[in-house]
């Protein structure tokens, strides 16, 4: 399974947009990237997945560049309550593969005031 | 729907007790995970299951036992807890592959253990 690397923690501003990066070089043709979102004393929550070029949703954007070897999260104007850890997953998102997907030790975004 | 539900949220135990971490889930999900964080520390998948009746080791198994008596149901049984075994466990749920686009995770809202 695909590990991946990002930044251990990044800073921003309210109403900046924060991208985070990560690194996924051995990623496999069957591989999926997702995002996680977690707050302190909660569970991960499932923000974002894609496996190509572009992906929107209501909460944030996956950029993945065609070499796929790299994906951004981008997070549109963060407010206060976006202070969280971040994860990137890579791996075939089916079946028992799912659960086995390495969590690293993520990206602590802190948004301030 | 409740989601995955975890109990207890907070437990002490001494060396050598025992204790079962109790995790349901209302979505009937096939698939369930037990997972522990060490503080400021990724995930690591401790057991699995693909179904009731069938259960599987992750990356960090020792110390634990599962069972998988029902869908809904994933207890996780430790049962000569040790220092080591100071964490936040958490349990997730996820479809049967092939039904949905987005296979993702469901994660309760953990269990925060300290053995002493």
């Known amino acids: 399974l695909a590990k991946t690397t990002q930044p251990i923690s990044m800073d921003s501003y309210e109403g900046q947009e924060v991208n985070i990066t990560c690194s996924h070089n051995?990623?496999?043709?069957?591989?999926?990237i997702t995002w996680y979102q977690q707050f302190p004393s909660q569970g991960p929550r499932f923000i974002i997945q894609?496996?190509?070029t572009k992906v929107t949703n209501e909460v944030a954007s996956l950029f993945i560049p065609a070499d796929r070897k790299s994906s951004t999260l981008s997070l549109p104007r963060v407010s206060l309550s976006d202070t969280a850890v971040y994860y990137c997953?890579?791996?075939?998102?089916?079946?028992?593969?799912?659960?086995?997907?390495?969590f690293g030790r993520g990206t602590q975004l802190t948004v301030w005031p | 729907n409740a989601g995955v539900t975890q109990t207890p949220k907070f437990r002490i135990l001494k060396i050598g007790q025992s204790m079962t971490l109790q995790c349901t889930q209302d979505?009937?999900?096939?698939?369930m995970y037990w997972y522990r964080q060490d503080p400021g520390m990724g995930l690591k998948l401790i057991y699995y299951s693909v179904g009731a009746g069938i259960t599987d080791k992750g990356e960090v198994p020792n110390g634990y036992n599962v069972s998988r008596s029902t869908t809904e149901d994933f207890p996780l049984r430790l049962e000569l807890a040790a220092p080591s075994q100071t964490s936040v466990y958490f349990c997730a749920s996820s479809y049967p592959p092939g039904t949905t686009t987005n296979e993702k995770l469901f994660f309760g809202s953990g269990t925060q253990l300290s053995v002493l």
């Open positions: 997953l890579v791996g075939e998102d089916r079946g028992s593969t799912l659960g086995r997907l390495y």
């Open positions: 051995n990623i496999a043709t069957n591989d999926y």
């Open positions: 979505m009937n999900h096939n698939y």
């Open positions: 894609g496996y190509k």
